[in-house]
């Protein structure tokens, strides 16, 4: 039973206490009496049940109860997939059988084909340009050279993902909690309810378009395959990523932190040093959980580095801090405010921004595309559907008028 259901059981309860109060009804009273006392247990352990549900971590949602399937699922081939729709006469049995239940897991049927998550465990944030560069005439793999680009950072804070959704996804959430109150002797206390909301994720749809050589998908090395997938996650996985920091929430682009009106906001104060012990005092001020964080820019960071104290010694930027755990990223905008040259500087309880993931990433391979085609060469587009969410936005503080440099 929910806590609303619990706390509205009791204020019937109470309104029956007082009408037998007032009509010196002792037998009503006392039973009335009776079952507030087992109610108020009840409440009790059910709020500490809240309590710890808002303080779970998340995890992951990934994966089945059967086994074989989740076996099946970590050995799909992409590189065989891709060979079998671009026509190579490859054999792809186990990964077109796997369709049925992917399509099922989405809920509706790829518009070429589904790639489940599990091969996706460890997520890939680097690619190249050119896939040709990979296939020198000694095929090295080994030495593949990545290109350079950001890292994800958002899971790494600790965020929450829900995988395998379907439909929009609604979370309750309480936003107010009972009045309490001291009151004379036979004096009624004050009616304050507990009030609630809720958030609701929706279907937000990513993609890209790649063009790889028809010699790499017929590669058998398992190190081509790995590659592929790479390819396919690191810049889908690096939009989402970008999208859930600073998302415009405008068409189909999804809300990000940075522009959630209810993140709370606080000015910079004299130096990095003063603004993050301000944000980490208003964070205890709203009972935000110790499991915090900071997210800041390479340019917060260079500053940071350069803080000397008043003899001009260098002071570590894990005292800037103040030991803080933080992550630096260049996924984070550097142009914000009036004047486009402000830092993202975000702190508060990671665990409260959830990511929900609908689909597998849905593939789709085209070889007669024009200029793949006449090269040879195969053009592949995947998507993927997720939305962001924050559970408690007074969980985050984002830092305005950061700086640096000056």
Same mark, same amino acid.
């Not at 080994?142 to 990545?146: A, Q, Y």
């Not at 929430?249 to 682009?253: F, T």
């Given at each position: 039973m929910k806590t609303s259901d619990l706390i509205e059981q009791r204020a019937a309860i109470v309104t029956r206490m007082n009408a037998a109060h007032e009509a010196d009804d002792n037998g009503g009273f006392e039973a009335a009496e009776n079952e507030l006392r087992a109610l108020d247990g009840k409440l009790d352990r059910q709020r500490k049940i809240d309590a710890a549900d808002r303080a779970e971590p998340g995890k992951p949602l990934t994966g089945t109860t059967d086994e074989h399937l989740d076996r099946e699922l970590r050995n799909f081939s992409l590189t065989r997939i891709i060979a079998h729709k671009a026509g190579l006469g490859v054999d792809a049995g186990r990964e077109i059988e796997l369709q049925a239940e992917l399509a099922k897991r989405a809920g509706k049927p790829a518009q070429g084909f589904y790639v489940p998550t599990e %091969?996706?465990?460890?997520? /890939?944030?680097? $690619?190249t340009s050119n896939s040709g560069a990979i296939l020198p005439t000694d095929f090295r793999p !080994?030495?593949?050279?990545?290109a350079l680009t950001a890292s994800a950072v958002i899971t790494t804070l600790g965020a929450t993902v829900l995988t395998g959704l379907t439909g929009n996804v609604e979370i309750p959430r309480e936003t107010g909690s009972p009045a309490v109150g001291w009151v004379a002797?036979? /004096? /009624?206390?004050? $009616?304050g309810n507990a009030t609630f909301d809720s958030l609701t994720l929706s279907p937000h749809h990513v993609g890209a378009i790649s063009e790889i050589s028809r010699n790499m998908v017929m590669q058998a090395s398992p190190n081509v395959e790995q590659l592929l997938r790479n390819m396919l996650a690191r810049n889908i996985a690096l939009e989402i990523d970008r999208a859930a %920091?600073? @998302?415009s *929430?405008? *068409?189909?682009?999804p809300l990000g932190i940075l522009n959630d009106t209810d993140v709370p906001t606080l000015?910079? !104060?004299t130096d990095l040093f003063t603004t993050t012990a301000n944000m980490i005092g208003a964070a205890d001020l709203a009972n935000v959980s110790t499991a915090r964080g900071f997210l800041a820019t390479n340019g917060v960071k260079s500053d940071a580095m350069k803080t000397r104290d008043a003899d @001009?010694?260098?002071i570590a930027v894990g005292v800037t801090f103040h030991g803080e755990p933080v992550q630096f990223s260049n996924q984070a905008p550097s142009n914000l405010g009036t004047g486009d040259d402000e830092h993202t500087l975000i702190y508060g309880d990671w665990r409260d921004f959830l990511v929900g993931v609908w689909s597998q990433l849905d593939i789709l391979v085209n070889p007669y595309a024009e200029t793949a085609y006449s090269k040879g060469n195969l053009l592949i587009r995947a998507m993927a559907t997720v939305d962001f969410g924050i559970r408690r936005p007074a969980s985050f503080i984002a /830092?305005? *008028?950061i700086t640096v440099g000056a």
């Open positions: %091969i996706f465990e460890t997520r /890939a944030v680097q $690619t !080994d030495l593949f050279v990545n002797e036979n /004096a /009624a206390l004050s $009616t %920091i600073n @998302g *929430g405008v *068409g189909a682009e000015a910079f !104060d @001009g010694n260098p /830092a305005t *008028g």
